[in-house]
């Protein structure tokens, strides 16, 4: 804001929770343009400030009624602005008519001029300030939309249980003639053991929170890479590998903030040269959904080409760990890793695009029928399949859960996690921990990359917003530990490996305890 008037325009200082609203919202000229659906936020400010109740946004629950009070002053600007703009043709006309008159009333004529020329600089001052105050309450509405989280999913379970929907291979201590005599270790205990972990080496080099994988441990994360996108190359998904480092403002249009919503940090920033100073910041990339999602932004997707999907590899960055404890003792919880995520367009929802346009926005909108699911629902099924069969092959017990309101990301509409039994977790969560994640984040990403689909003739050629999805294939760390603990073997003092891995890992069976300079 220019003015210390425009300054303290939107601020309050009677609440801390308004802290975020008095810093102007800045975005660099060269992001994607936005258009995050003001006009369904304006019609149902109801059902956003109770979204943003139910997924625990609460200091963003009052933004759409704002956004109502904005516009009604954007409004009254607009009619004080035609006011003025009418009052500036009608001066600027009779400054022609006398520029025309000649005669014995010259001095008069003069006189006229003058008195219209003054009046024509106060309407074109006091058009310009209604101007800057149109554009202020426009951003402000804009910074305010784009605050709010995605409208969940019909599916989404309100609260923050979620809900077990199935199981995935048999759980290991029901089967009665092993439990008796077997031996469970924590992934840390058998890298140790057999020398495939190294935490204290990388504390000295890193800090806490990275690793060293040896040996077999570190084929094994290309086993589980080359595994899991063989997966999906035979359901048509395209290999790509993304960058890890992406502008700040691509990852806050996927839903990604450097800050969550404690102020904790969530993403690494990184120190950029006095040289680049004026460049848009930089970050590290907490997931590959976020380069992957970037792919398409300022772009128009021909109908014909969708869905397009996309499965990358890359190095992934969280700068929130977490504290020390059995959730984040190993490599369940760190600062690196390799993950195979998969990323996808799809046309949105039937219902949804009949009705959508630009300022439209109906995230809601579940499949037309229950014969007819949508491009979204397929695609949804489809990842959640490439995940089942992955986790199966592995041997590894998991259950499936519809996550709850409150679990969910900023750009989630739906999300689906599947969470497999750690044995060293038993005294948390009862063994379970998350491998994999699915969303639906129908077209709030696009939105705010300004990527949009060209439909076909049939539906008037017209522009819409595509939906996106994305799906973990493989989280190395997790899934590494769990096939550790799962496949332990007290007795031999080795761990099994899965069956599928073995082409990616020589032919080894087992992993036993090698020798390590």
Same mark, same amino acid.
């Given at each position: 804001?220019?003015?210390?008037?425009?300054?303290?325009?939107?601020?309050?200082?009677?609440?801390?929770?308004?802290?975020?609203?008095?810093?102007?919202?800045?975005?660099?000229?060269?992001?994607?343009?936005?258009?995050?659906?003001?006009?369904?936020?304006?019609?149902?400010?109801?059902?956003?400030?109770?979204?943003?109740?139910?997924?625990?946004?609460?200091?963003?629950?009052?933004?759409?009624?704002?956004?109502?009070?904005?516009?009604?002053?954007?409004?009254?600007?607009?009619?004080?602005?035609?006011?003025?703009?009418?009052?500036?043709?009608?001066?600027?006309? &009779?400054?022609?008519?006398a520029?025309?008159?000649?005669?014995?009333?010259?001095?008069?004529?003069?006189?006229?001029?003058?008195?219209?020329?003054?009046?024509? &600089?106060?309407?074109?001052?006091?058009?310009?300030?209604i101007?800057?105050?149109?554009?202020?309450?426009?951003?402000?509405?804009?910074?305010?939309?784009?605050?709010?989280?995605?409208?969940?999913?019909?599916s989404?379970?309100?609260?923050s249980?979620?809900?077990?929907?199935?199981?995935?291979?048999?759980?290991?201590?029901?089967?009665?003639?092993?439990?008796?005599?077997?031996?469970?270790?924590?992934?840390v205990?058998?890298?140790?053991?057999?020398?495939?972990?190294?935490f204290?080496?990388?504390?000295?080099?890193?800090?806490?929170?990275?690793?060293?994988?040896?040996?077999?441990?570190?084929?094994?994360?290309?086993?589980?890479?080359?595994?899991?996108?063989?997966?999906?190359?035979?359901?048509?998904?395209?290999?790509?590998?993304?960058?890890?480092?992406?502008?700040?403002?691509?990852?806050?249009?996927?839903?990604?903030?450097?800050?969550?919503?404690?102020?904790?940090?969530?993403?690494?920033?990184?120190?950029?040269?006095?040289?680049?100073?004026?460049?848009?910041?930089?970050?590290?990339?907490?997931?590959?959904?976020?380069?992957?999602?970037?792919?398409?932004?300022?772009?128009?997707i021909?109908?014909?080409?969708?869905?397009?999907?996309?499965?990358?590899?890359?190095?992934?960055?969280?700068?929130?760990a977490?504290?020390?404890?059995?959730?984040?003792?190993?490599?369940?919880?760190?600062?690196?890793?390799?993950?195979?995520?998969?990323?996808?367009?799809?046309?949105?929802?039937?219902?949804?695009?009949?009705?959508?346009?630009?300022?439209?926005?109906?995230?809601?909108?579940?499949?037309?029928?229950?014969?007819?699911?949508?491009?979204?629902?397929?695609?949804?099924?489809?990842?959640?399949?490439?995940?089942?069969?992955?986790?199966?092959?592995?041997?590894?017990?998991?259950?499936?859960?519809?996550?709850?309101?409150?679990?969910?990301?900023?750009?989630?509409?739906r999300k689906?996690?599947?969470?497999?039994?750690?044995?060293?977790?038993?005294?948390?969560d009862?063994?379970?921990?998350?491998?994999?994640?699915?969303?639906?984040?129908?077209?709030?990403?696009?939105?705010?990359?300004?990527?949009?689909?060209?439909?076909?003739?049939?539906k008037?050629?017209?522009?819409d917003?595509?939906?996106?999805?994305?799906?973990?294939?493989?989280?190395v760390?997790?899934?590494?530990?769990?096939?550790?603990?799962?496949?332990?073997?007290?007795?031999?003092?080795?761990?099994?490996?899965?069956?599928?891995?073995?082409?990616?890992?020589g032919?080894?069976?087992?992993?036993?305890?090698?020798?390590?300079?």
């Amino acid at each position: 804001m220019k003015s210390s008037a425009s300054r303290s325009l939107f601020s309050c200082s009677s609440c801390s929770s308004c802290l975020l609203r008095s810093i102007p919202y800045t975005r660099p000229a060269t992001a994607p343009k936005v258009s995050p659906g003001l006009k369904h936020i304006r019609q149902n400010p109801g059902l956003y400030a109770q979204n943003c109740l139910d997924r625990n946004y609460k200091a963003q629950s009052t933004n759409s009624w704002r956004i109502l009070e904005l516009f009604a002053e954007w409004q009254a600007c607009q009619s004080s602005a035609r006011g003025l703009r009418e009052r500036g043709n009608t001066l600027r006309r &009779k400054l022609a008519n006398a520029a025309s008159r000649s005669g014995d009333a010259e001095g008069d004529i003069t006189m006229d001029k003058t008195a219209l020329q003054k009046e024509g &600089k106060e309407v074109k001052a006091e058009l310009s300030v209604i101007e800057e105050k149109e554009k202020e309450l426009t951003v402000e509405m804009e910074r305010l939309a784009l605050e709010l989280p995605n409208l969940s999913s019909l599916s989404t379970p309100t609260g923050s249980e979620p809900e077990v929907i199935g199981y995935i291979n048999e759980h290991p201590e029901l089967n009665a003639t092993e439990a008796e005599d077997r031996v469970w270790r924590s992934h840390v205990h058998i890298g140790a053991e057999l020398g495939l972990l190294d935490f204290a080496a990388a504390a000295t080099t890193s800090g806490w929170g990275w690793y060293y994988l040896i040996n077999e441990a570190a084929m094994l994360e290309q086993a589980l890479i080359q595994y899991s996108l063989s997966v999906a190359r035979k359901r048509g998904w395209t290999v790509v590998s993304p960058p890890s480092i992406v502008y700040a403002h691509m990852a806050a249009a996927c839903g990604f903030q450097p800050r969550d919503q404690h102020g904790e940090q969530q993403i690494y920033t990184l120190e950029q040269p006095a040289k680049d100073a004026a460049k848009p910041p930089l970050v590290l990339a907490g997931t590959a959904e976020i380069p992957l999602a970037g792919m398409k932004a300022n772009t128009i997707i021909e109908e014909a080409n969708l869905p397009i999907k996309y499965i990358g590899v890359n190095r992934c960055y969280r700068a929130e760990a977490g504290a020390r404890g059995v959730d984040t003792k190993g490599l369940y919880r760190v600062h690196e890793f390799t993950k195979v995520e998969m990323f996808a367009w799809t046309l949105p929802d039937a219902t949804a695009s009949s009705t959508s346009n630009e300022d439209g926005n109906f995230a809601t909108t579940e499949s037309t029928s229950a014969s007819q699911p949508s491009p979204s629902d397929q695609l949804f099924d489809e990842i959640l399949s490439i995940q089942t069969e992955i986790l199966t092959s592995l041997g590894l017990h998991c259950r499936i859960l519809e996550m709850p309101s409150t679990d969910l990301g900023a750009s989630a509409a739906r999300k689906r996690d599947i969470e497999a039994f750690f044995p060293s977790r038993r005294e948390k969560d009862n063994g379970w921990g998350e491998v994999t994640s699915t969303s639906v984040c129908t077209d709030y990403q696009t939105r705010r990359l300004h990527t949009r689909v060209k439909l076909g003739k049939e539906k008037g050629g017209a522009l819409d917003f595509p939906y996106t999805l994305n799906g973990t294939a493989m989280a190395v760390p997790r899934v590494l530990a769990a096939i550790l603990e799962n496949g332990w073997d007290e007795k031999r003092m080795c761990v099994r490996v899965p069956e599928c891995l073995r082409p990616f890992m020589g032919g080894a069976e087992v992993i036993e305890r090698k020798m390590v300079p």
